[in-house]
Nanobody
Framework: QVQLRESGGGLVEVGGSLTLTCVTS????????AAWFRQAPGKEREFVGGIKWSGDSTQYADSVKGRFTISRDNAKSTVTLQMNSLTPDDTAIYYC????????????????????WGQGTQVTVSS
């Protein structure tokens, strides 16, 4: 019954911003870490950033550090990715995912640790 669903993708100009929202259901978001991944055409899926189950720490890929921010709202069961200063290299399908391990004490960037995924939302940054 665990479900995740992303929204907020679209077309944006270079230097612009977008906010992606992941709505979760079927479990207590307060007990599991979550992450955002992205995949561009012909490329491997890559870790974008994650947030610890407790919400008090985050981790980001070097390529987005300082530009993207992950947050969560336990009352709304949502995880948000705020994306600023976008470049064409950010063009990809973005996915949110939930860590399989309950209350993991660190943030993992390994995709194999995330067994529940959303359907993805397209982000396109114009050149």
């Amino acid at each position: 019954q665990v479900q995740l669903r992303e929204s907020g993708g679209g077309l944006v100009e270079v230097g612009g911003s977008l906010t992606l929202t992941c709505v979760t259901s079927g479990y207590s978001i307060a007990n599991y870490g979550a992450a955002w991944f992205r995949q561009a055409p012909g490329k491997e899926r890559e870790f974008v950033g994650g947030i610890k189950w407790s919400g008090d720490s985050t981790q980001y890929a070097d390529s987005v550090k300082g530009r993207f921010t992950i947050s969560r709202d336990n009352a709304k069961s949502t995880v948000t990715l705020q994306m600023n200063s976008l470049t064409p290299d950010d063009t990809a399908i973005y996915y949110c995912a939930r860590d399989h391990q309950r209350r993991r004490s660190w943030i993992t960037s390994e995709s194999a640790a995330y067994l529940y995924w959303g359907q993805g939302t397209q982000v396109t940054v114009s050149s």
